[in-house]
């Protein structure tokens, strides 16, 4: 148990590394040990993190849990792990989601051994990001996760993967050059990659002169710098051209890791470094940044709605929703430390949460019916309910979750950032609360265009007649829509970490 | 032994080796080889005794001041015997000299006065021991009287050697006139004092320059050679641009060095010139030859070129690059040109062409090419290298950056011709390539002969230091303390491009 | 006394030069078979060098070996590594050892894959020249770096006019050999007045580079012959504008020859600047720093930007290798800790990376019989483990983080922030040029349809031996990338001692 305690944080991290090599060794054609022994493994990460959960003190400020190996010592960087209420609870998103990803990918036929190691790799690359307590290490993971992912939408993705994997990884590489450079500096400036020392120390750093310049436009550069990579990543208007190609031509496992995690780690990227490190700027460029959220919100909505292929809508909806958690991220960095920007930033990291689950459920959707009828356009659906009523009925309970139902969990984040925003900025919120709206519409088009109206008889008899959602897939969707419900009706158990994490930081 | 003995000791045993032969030639007739063997072992004896017996103790004058016997002339002996030796064997590869007894009667004749050069300390017995040395191998430059390239080569060579010898012998009686002795020490003395005007020793020093020129082939009186060696027979002509170019060196380096002090008279600057056009148009010259002999005959123009910047330097470290450089000339060229000679007689040309897919017809042949070539272009692990790097480094340190630089460039041209011909051996095949099924037959001798030669040329190359310290003792006693170990020479204020901030 | 390791590493493969020479010429596969062996000789005895550094956590020069070579002139047979230099004899090792499982090759189903012709010839020259790299990476005397180089640089000819690819190969094996020379030749022009003026300054004359590091030139001196000597060593770097023998040789070569070439000797160019340039001139180095730096940008950006545009498959890394050799170049020019250190590392991981690359490469072509991208697509299914390869070496290429790229990549950047933040910023667009072409090449070449005209060529997957070497380069990079610790730290001891000659700057 004390070696458990005392690496728990790197055993999350690098056993599904261990078990994708461990992998190797397995015979290739064996598909269905493949599958099982990916899912299994996928499943230990999962166990620590609820281990993890349990044992994590809300009420204890700093890092938890903290490791520290020697890494890159030349350029003082070390391998330096921790947890807060923050990171927790996307660490046990990711490795809830990464079996059920898993779990849904059971219908892959094609070179099963490489797709799964691919997956488990992600993980891990993901995971990084989370635990890493070190910049050099947090962008070592941002970057690596990039690769499997390339892979897996370019060599199981659909017809145009070729283009969109490579459109998502310069996107993210070129994006991410900024933070790449603003790291190299600041590791120049103080030798150390250690975030908590960086805090400080680059905080301290006021007045005087930077590479010929003042340290006040250094700092705004930087800043934007930042901004630019996670942006790209969450992925904020206009930055998200790149989002509804990746997410259209990922497979469907592909699709809710990448709506479920990896956007998440741009979110993240703004409040583990964003906001500490660059407060001021961030409170002076917080109006910018509420409007680019203001403008993700409509855009995206207004996008989505217009989508026939409805794994686009789904695509485009991420933008929406992702538009929220930058609102509420906006919010508290133009009011750090006032009980409204608590709440709004509550309800940013909550719709993370949310949405990562909300998210995967609806492309995990979208591919089950995909798998079967081979199209994804809303038009050659129609009046399916009656056909699959148990898939119809899963389809509408993730829809209104994704709506904002209330009872459901998209309606408490969602209520909570308007309500920490509306103070701070109210001409962003209003717009956003009109965005809303539109959220309302494409979801009810979407539930419209597949389960109601007219029925398309291509469906309903002979060869392309349209199976019910089977076990797995149900086994898939059980957890989330659990948990789905268990938010919306009893948030408190997962708020009550947030919101600690929230005021010990902010 | 006596002293007086001793000094010219490898000329009495080569006037000896020569009678013997004059005297049991006739008997043989129709078995000719064995008059090259006797040449050969002969030569290998007399290297051998004078290594065990005539070895200098301390530089000394003999003969009435004559003979000069030191290290320096002992070690040009040695290499004019071992040249000789060489020489020999590749003669009896020959179907023409091999079957005519006086081709080694006249090799033996011009190694003797070759070996006087190397020791003459006196005007009078320079000139002697020059037209020695230059008279026989007039003759067996043109030895194939039915040929008209070899009659041709054969006057031409005389023709010209005629002439600058003539204009040399000029400026020696203008010597001897103005200083009134032929003596070499006492000439430096004299001019030392700074009797003379310079405007005459200057037209004096360009009348001998001339004859020593044409000597070793410096432009412009080097046009004579690519004819000659064409021409001659091919072990000939390997012997003409070794051999004969080394002696003619070692007169060069004795007379200036002796009688001509540099800080009277500028002349390390107007050999630096003439180097730099040494190099240059013996380089670019061999860059369009397609004929081998000829290309070998430019690039030895441009060999001058690169041994005149040791000459130049005038330091110990100079002459004793220069020194190693011509042994490792020498070798390297021997090798060569015997290489090119054996290659003529089975492929009937010397046309790069004929060379194609030689590298399958007989693997160690075209290797034995290969470092034939690399060391003349100055590559490790052969001699060529640490022979350029000698005399790049006495240039260098005597402060004649710029001619370095000059040398330095023209060595690449250099690579690029015989690179080129490495494509041919290696790379180009013969029609219908089954070029195994030609295999090139290697005699005896010429296997001999070759592998001793390139197995000297890799010795040189990785172990360079016996020989090194061998040149350095030669230079040594040859400036007789005139020049202090490895300074600075006084010449490093005429330098255009002078090594800044020197202290 | 210990047992000499150097010049047993040194001189090993110039004895199996030698002793394959002897042997029949049609023995084909014994012929290979004793160069493995030497090579494979090579590659423990240098791994056991490496290892002993790392782990007994020596500084400075170590495994020194002396022995008088010409007392007349103070020129030594000095041997010994330092943390600079035994990466890179440990890089030697491995790319000389899976050169050869290369060069092995096959000869069947229409595929002559490797070496088949003459291949006594091929790894006798193939070991000379190996032995001329071991040999300047280990010397400490100036004469015997210049003698080494020169033997590594020579046989680099006729491996390529012999056994290069028959539309380029004269001409570029000339124009290779041309460059280097001159390079080589200038620097020794410059080595010579080093040594002289050293030997004038302090009356001891001696080609030793650590006396030489002692001379104590002026200013002056330094200022006028840095230049000479650095950018003639760099020409082998492929710095630019004399970068343009490197593609053009690359392509030209052979398989085998064009990892030795890509991934070892750009790196003799790259050292030896180093060594002599920068160490024993270190104020000139400080005096030009911004113009190499300035030479290197060029190299790194457009480098980037002309491999993108390539359609041939070689030329696309021939140009990679002027990209990330401008880094090298770039982390010298900065002559800061973070710098020399990133520039020591990708001098190993760009040399091992791209061994592999043109390993690669080699194979698709034996199969393909053309380099032409747009013709080319689907390996990954016939040799998957080639596609592997090239993928981790693409991703080491871009500086991803988790490979040796990024590793070495990222502190040559943080030294370039320390030194002009702006070459950095401009630097680093390469990072997204060359993410582009090799994404693009990936796909292009290893995934897709494979087209018709290539399937009658009955393309197989690549020999055990060829996956070994693969193999091998690929953990290397992995290991590196993971546990930069394994050479970084040997690194930064070298590059204390470098800065201690530039003055602690």
């Known amino acids: 148990m004390d070696f458990l305690n005392a690496h728990l944080l790197s055993l999350i991290l690098f056993f599904p590394t261990l078990a994708a090599l461990g992998m190797l060794f397995l015979p290739k054609e064996r598909l269905g040990l493949l599958r099982w022994y990916a899912f299994l493994t996928s499943l230990v990460p999962f166990v620590l993190s609820l281990y993890l959960w349990m044992n994590f003190d809300p009420n204890q400020p700093g890092f938890q849990f903290e490791e520290r190996y020697v890494w890159y010592q030349a350029i003082h960087s070390t391998l330096h792990l921790g947890v807060d209420g923050l990171s927790l609870t996307m660490v046990l998103l990711t490795t809830l989601l990464t079996p059920l990803a898993i779990l849904a990918s059971f219908s892959i036929t094609d070179r099963v051994k490489a797709y799964m190691m691919l997956f488990l790799f992600l993980e891990t690359g993901m995971l990084g990001v989370?635990?890493?307590?070190?910049?050099?290490?947090?962008?070592?993971?941002?970057?690596?996760?990039?690769?499997?992912?390339?892979?897996?939408?370019?060599?199981?993705?659909?017809?145009?993967?070729?283009?969109?994997?490579?459109?998502?990884?310069?996107?993210?590489?070129?994006?991410?050059?900024?933070?790449?450079?603003?790291?190299?500096?600041?590791?120049?400036?103080?030798?150390?990659?250690?975030?908590?020392?960086?805090?400080?120390?680059?905080?301290?750093?006021?007045?005087?002169?930077?590479?010929?310049?003042?340290?006040?436009?250094?700092?705004?550069?930087?800043?934007?710098?930042?901004?630019?990579?996670?942006?790209?990543?969450?992925?904020?208007?206009?930055?998200?051209?790149?989002?509804?190609?990746?997410?259209?031509?990922?497979?469907?496992?592909?699709?809710?890791?990448?709506?479920?995690?990896?956007?998440?780690?741009?979110?993240?990227?703004?409040?583990?470094?964003?906001?500490?490190?660059?407060?001021?700027?961030?409170?002076?460029?917080?109006?910018?940044?509420?409007?680019?959220?203001?403008?993700?919100?409509?855009?995206?909505?207004?996008?989505?709605?217009?989508?026939?292929?409805?794994?686009?809508?789904?695509?485009?909806?991420?933008?929406?929703?992702?538009?929220?958690?930058?609102?509420?991220?906006?919010?508290?960095?133009?009011?750090?430390?006032?009980?409204?920007?608590?709440?709004?930033?509550?309800?940013?990291?909550?719709?993370?949460?949310?949405?990562?689950?909300?998210?995967?459920?609806?492309?995990?959707?979208?591919?089950?019916?995909?798998?079967?009828?081979?199209?994804?356009?809303?038009?050659?659906?129609?009046?399916?309910?009656p056909l699959v009523p148990i898939y119809g009925g899963i389809l509408i309970f993730t829809s209104m979750a994704s709506l904002g139902l209330p009872g459901l969990n998209g309606f408490i984040s969602e209520f909570l950032v308007v309500r920490g925003a509306y103070p701070i900025l109210t001409t962003y919120t209003v717009i956003s609360m009109l965005g809303l709206l539109f959220t309302g519409a494409y979801i009810l088009k979407g539930i419209r265009q597949v389960l109601h109206g007219p029925l398309n008889e291509r469906w309903a008899h002979g060869e392309h007649r349209l199976t019910e959602i089977n076990g797995r897939e149900i086994l898939v969707m059980a957890p989330l829509m659990v948990l789905i419900l268990w938010i919306g009706v009893w948030p408190s158990w997962i708020l009550d970490v947030i919101n600690k994490a929230v005021m010990m930081l902010f | 032994?006596?002293?007086?003995?001793?000094?010219?000791?490898?000329?009495?045993?080569?006037?000896?080796?020569?009678?013997?032969?004059?005297?049991?030639?006739?008997?043989?007739?129709?078995?000719?080889?064995?008059?090259?063997?006797?040449?050969?072992?002969?030569?290998?004896?007399?290297?051998?005794?004078?290594?065990?017996?005539?070895?200098?103790?301390?530089?000394?004058?003999?003969?009435?001041?004559?003979?000069?016997?030191?290290?320096?002339?002992?070690?040009?002996?040695?290499?004019?015997?071992?040249?000789?030796?060489?020489?020999?064997?590749?003669?009896?590869?020959?179907?023409?000299?091999?079957?005519?007894?006086?081709?080694?009667?006249?090799?033996?004749?011009?190694?003797?006065?070759?070996?006087?050069?190397?020791?003459?300390?006196?005007?009078?017995?320079?000139?002697?021991?020059?037209?020695?040395?230059?008279?026989?191998?007039?003759?067996?430059?043109?030895?194939?009287?039915?040929?008209?390239?070899?009659?041709?080569?054969?006057?031409?060579?005389?023709?010209?050697?005629?002439?600058?010898?003539?204009?040399?012998?000029?400026?020696?009686?203008?010597?001897?006139?103005?200083?009134?002795?032929?003596?070499?020490?006492?000439?430096?003395?004299?001019?030392?004092?700074?009797?003379?005007?310079?405007?005459?020793?200057?037209?004096?020093?360009?009348?001998?320059?001339?004859?020593?020129?044409?000597?070793?082939?410096?432009?412009?009186?080097?046009?004579?050679?690519?004819?000659?060696?064409?021409?001659?027979?091919?072990?000939?002509?390997?012997?003409?641009?070794?051999?004969?170019?080394?002696?003619?060196?070692?007169?060069?380096?004795?007379?200036?060095?002796?009688?001509?002090?540099?800080?009277?008279?500028?002349?390390?600057?107007?050999?630096?010139?003439?180097?730099?056009?040494?190099?240059?148009?013996?380089?670019?010259?061999?860059?369009?030859?397609?004929?081998?002999?000829?290309?070998?005959?430019?690039?030895?123009?441009?060999?001058?070129?690169?041994?005149?910047?040791?000459?130049?330097?005038?330091?110990?470290?100079?002459?004793?690059?220069?020194?190693?450089?011509?042994?490792?000339?020498?070798?390297?060229?021997?090798?060569?040109?015997?290489?090119?000679?054996?290659?003529?007689?089975?492929?009937?040309?010397?046309?790069?062409?004929?060379?194609?897919?030689?590298?399958?017809?007989?693997?160690?042949?075209?290797?034995?090419?290969?470092?034939?070539?690399?060391?003349?272009?100055?590559?490790?692990?052969?001699?060529?290298?640490?022979?350029?790097?000698?005399?790049?480094?006495?240039?260098?340190?005597?402060?004649?950056?710029?001619?370095?630089?000059?040398?330095?460039?023209?060595?690449?041209?250099?690579?690029?011709?015989?690179?080129?011909?490495?494509?041919?051996?290696?790379?180009?095949?013969?029609?219908?390539?089954?070029?195994?099924?030609?295999?090139?037959?290697?005699?005896?001798?010429?296997?001999?002969?070759?592998?001793?030669?390139?197995?000297?040329?890799?010795?040189?190359?990785?172990i360079f230091a016996p020989w090194f310290g061998l040149s350095d003792q030669a230079a040594r006693s040859c400036c007789c303390g005139r020049k202090p170990l490895l300074t600075f020479s006084a010449t490093a204020h005429l330098v255009i491009f002078a090594l800044p901030g020197g202290q | 006394m210990q047992f000499p390791f150097l010049s047993v590493i040194v001189f090993t493969p110039l004895v199996a030069a030698l002793i394959i020479l002897m042997l029949p010429a049609h023995r084909k596969n014994l012929v290979r078979s004793v160069a493995l062996v030497a090579a494979t000789f090579d590659l423990i005895l240098s791994a056991w060098v490496y290892l002993t550094y790392l782990t007994q956590g020596l500084e400075g020069y170590h495994f020194v070996e002396q022995y008088a070579w010409l007392p007349a002139l103070g020129i030594t047979l000095h041997f010994g590594v330092d943390g600079m230099s035994t990466p890179l004899i440990l890089l030697t090792g491995v790319v000389m050892f899976t050169g050869v499982l290369i060069s092995w090759g096959e000869e069947r189903n229409g595929v002559s894959a490797g070496i088949q012709d003459r291949p006594r010839e091929f790894f006798a020259f193939l070991f000379i020249l190996a032995s001329g790299v071991f040999g300047v990476f280990a010397s400490l005397d100036l004469f015997m770096l210049f003698f080494f180089y020169e033997i590594a640089v020579f046989p680099m000819y006729l491996l390529i006019v012999i056994w290069g690819w028959v539309v380029t190969r004269e001409y570029a094996a000339m124009k290779l050999t041309l460059y280097l020379f001159v390079g080589s030749v200038i620097s020794l022009v410059g080595a010579l007045a080093m040594v002289w003026v050293a030997y004038q300054n302090s009356g001891v004359l001696s080609f030793d580079l650590l006396q030489l590091e002692k001379a104590g030139f002026s200013p002056e001196f330094q200022r006028l012959w840095f230049l000479p000597v650095f950018l003639g060593f760099a020409v082998l770097g492929g710095i630019w504008p004399f970068h343009n023998w490197s593609p053009d040789g690359h392509v030209a070569a052979p398989t085998a020859v064009s990892m030795f070439h890509a991934g070892v000797l750009m790196k003799l160019g790259a050292f030896a600047a180093l060594r002599v340039g920068i160490m024993l001139l270190p104020e000139g180095a400080k005096y030009w720093s911004w113009l190499i730096l300035g030479l290197a940008t060029v190299n790194v950006v457009y480098g980037a930007f002309i491999a993108f545009v390539q359609t041939d498959f070689k030329y696309v890394i021939g140009f990679s290798s002027v990209s990330h050799m401008g880094l090298v170049m770039m982390g010298f020019a900065t002559l800061s800790r973070e710098g020399l250190l990133g520039a020591g590392l990708q001098m190993f991981s760009h040399g091992v990376m791209t061994a592999l690359f043109f390993a690669v490469v080699g194979m698709v072509y034996d199969r393909a019989h053309t380099r032409h991208i747009p013709d080319l697509g689907g390996f990954a299914k016939v040799m998957p483990y080639a596609a592997i390869g090239f993928i981790i070496g693409g991703l080491v290429s871009m500086g991803m983080p988790g490979?040796?790229?990024?590793?070495?990549?990222?502190?040559?950047?943080?030294?370039?922030?320390?030194?002009?933040?702006?070459?950095?910023?401009?630097?680093?667009?390469?990072?997204?040029?060359?993410?582009?072409?090799?994404?693009?090449?990936?796909?292009?070449?290893?995934?897709?349809?494979?087209?018709?005209?290539?399937?009658?060529?009955?393309?197989?997957?690549?020999?055990?031996?060829?996956?070994?070497?693969?193999?091998?380069?690929?953990?290397?990079?992995?290991?590196?990338?993971?546990?930069?610790?394994?050479?970084?730290?040997?690194?930064?001891?070298?590059?204390?001692?470098?800065?201690?000659?530039?003055?602690?700057?």
């Open chain 1, 130 to 385: 989370f635990l890493a307590l070190d910049l050099l290490i947090f962008f070592v993971f941002w970057e690596v996760g990039l690769v499997p992912m390339y892979f897996l939408i370019s060599q199981w993705g659909s017809a145009n993967r070729d283009y969109a994997s490579l459109k998502f990884m310069i996107y993210t590489m070129g994006g991410s050059l900024g933070l790449l450079l603003s790291i190299q500096l600041l590791g120049v400036l103080f030798q150390t990659y250690d975030l908590l020392e960086l805090y400080q120390r680059w905080n301290a750093l006021t007045d005087g002169t930077l590479l010929g310049m003042s340290v006040s436009t250094v700092k705004a550069i930087a800043f934007w710098a930042f901004v630019i990579a996670f942006a790209i990543k969450v992925p904020v208007w206009p930055f998200h051209t790149w989002l509804p190609d990746a997410h259209t031509e990922a497979p469907t496992a592909g699709s809710m890791i990448l709506a479920g995690v990896l956007l998440k780690l741009g979110a993240y990227g703004f409040l583990r470094l964003v906001l500490p490190l660059y407060p001021v700027e961030a409170r002076a460029y917080a109006g910018a940044l509420a409007f680019l959220a203001t403008a993700a919100i409509v855009f995206g909505a207004f996008a989505s709605y217009a989508q026939s292929d409805f794994k686009r809508l789904v695509a485009y909806s991420s933008v929406n929703h992702m538009g929220f958690v930058v609102l509420g991220i906006a919010a508290a960095a133009l009011a750090r430390g006032t009980a409204d920007a608590r709440i709004a930033l509550n309800g940013a990291i909550l719709q993370m949460f949310n949405h990562g689950l909300s998210a995967a459920g609806m492309f995990f959707l979208v591919g089950v019916i995909y798998e079967r009828t081979h199209t994804r356009n809303l038009n050659d659906f129609g009046g399916l309910f």
């Open chain 2, 1 to 462: 032994m006596p002293v007086l003995f001793q000094s010219i000791l490898p000329e009495l045993l080569l006037l000896v080796l020569a009678l013997v032969l004059f005297v049991l030639e006739p008997f043989w007739k129709g078995e000719r080889p064995r008059s090259g063997w006797i040449t050969f072992y002969g030569l290998l004896l007399i290297l051998i005794v004078s290594l065990l017996f005539g070895t200098p103790q301390a530089s000394q004058e003999t003969f009435g001041g004559m003979i000069r016997f030191d290290w320096f002339a002992f070690l040009f002996k040695m290499l004019f015997l071992f040249g000789a030796a060489m020489t020999a064997l590749f003669f009896m590869d020959h179907e023409v000299l091999a079957q005519r007894g006086e081709a080694y009667l006249l090799l033996l004749a011009t190694t003797m006065g070759m070996c006087l050069m190397a020791s003459a300390n006196d005007l009078v017995m320079l000139y002697l021991a020059i037209e020695t040395t230059s008279i026989p191998l007039y003759v067996l430059a043109g030895f194939f009287l039915h040929e008209e390239r070899s009659t041709e080569a054969g006057f031409k060579y005389l023709f010209f050697g005629a002439l600058t010898s003539a204009v040399m012998l000029y400026g020696l009686s203008l010597l001897f006139g103005f200083a009134g002795t032929t003596s070499l020490p006492a000439l430096g003395a004299m001019f030392a004092s700074g009797q003379i005007s310079l405007g005459v020793l200057l037209g004096i020093l360009a009348l001998i320059a001339v004859g020593l020129a044409f000597k070793v082939s410096v432009a412009p009186f080097h046009f004579w050679a690519p004819d000659v060696y064409h021409g001659a027979p091919t072990a000939v002509a390997g012997f003409l641009s070794t051999a004969s170019k080394a002696a003619g060196f070692a007169v060069l380096l004795r007379l200036f060095l002796i009688a001509f002090p540099t800080h009277q008279i500028p002349w390390p600057l107007l050999l630096a010139v003439l180097a730099t056009l040494t190099m240059t148009i013996g380089n670019l010259l061999a860059l369009p030859q397609t004929n081998l002999k000829r290309l070998l005959a430019y690039s030895s123009i441009a060999h001058a070129g690169y041994i005149l910047i040791g000459v130049v330097a005038a330091t110990q470290l100079g002459i004793a690059s220069v020194i190693f450089y011509l042994i490792v000339y020498l070798l390297t060229n021997l090798a060569a040109f015997n290489i090119v000679m054996v290659l003529g007689k089975e492929l009937g040309s010397d046309e790069v062409t004929a060379y194609n897919g030689l590298s399958r017809r007989s693997p160690w042949l075209a290797l034995a090419m290969l470092v034939a070539f690399l060391s003349l272009a100055g590559m490790p692990p052969f001699g060529g290298f640490v022979a350029k790097v000698f005399v790049f480094a006495a240039g260098v340190q005597a402060g004649y950056t710029w001619l370095v630089f000059v040398g330095v460039l023209n060595s690449i041209v250099g690579l690029y011709y015989y690179l080129n011909v490495m494509k041919y051996v290696y790379l180009y095949r013969l029609p219908g390539e089954d070029e195994e099924k030609h295999p090139i037959a290697l005699s005896r001798v010429t296997a001999i002969g070759l592998g001793v030669l390139i197995l000297g040329v890799v010795l040189f190359g990785t």
């Open chain 3, 403 to 505: 490979f040796s790229g990024f590793i070495a990549e990222f502190p040559i950047f943080m030294g370039v922030w320390k030194t002009q933040w702006l070459i950095a910023v401009i630097a680093a667009i390469s990072i997204v040029v060359t993410a582009s072409y090799i994404m693009i090449i990936v796909r292009r070449v290893f995934f897709g349809e494979m087209p018709h005209e290539l399937e009658h060529h009955h393309i197989g997957d690549i020999t055990p031996l060829d996956k070994l070497a693969i193999v091998t380069l690929c953990l290397l990079m992995v290991g590196l990338g993971l546990f930069p610790g394994l050479m970084a730290p040997m690194v930064q001891r070298g590059v204390d001692y470098i800065l201690h000659l530039l003055g602690g700057a």
